[in-house]
């Protein structure tokens, strides 16, 4: 199975996209999708505080450790 080895993030500083172990780049809601449908690990989706699905690592309280590779 893949797991989330590096993240993109926009100007703002938000994620928009994940890098996988298998060298796939996958935006926000697939990975999402993918969390949630067992395809990738490592990562789990979580509602917030607004009931919106997020995703946060397993391992970690956030995705700050993880490099942005381009």
Not at 31 to 44: C, K, P, R
Request: glycine residues 10%.
């Amino acid at each position: 199975m893949e797991t989330v080895v590096g993240l993109h993030r926009n100007h703002f500083g938000d994620i928009i996209s994940f890098v996988t172990s298998g060298g796939r780049v996958i935006s926000y809601q697939k990975a999402l999708m993918e969390a949630t449908n067992g395809i990738i690990t490592g990562v789990q989706a979580a509602e917030d505080y607004d009931g919106k699905l997020v995703l946060s690592p397993l391992q970690d309280q956030s995705f700050d450790h993880y490099p942005n590779l381009y």
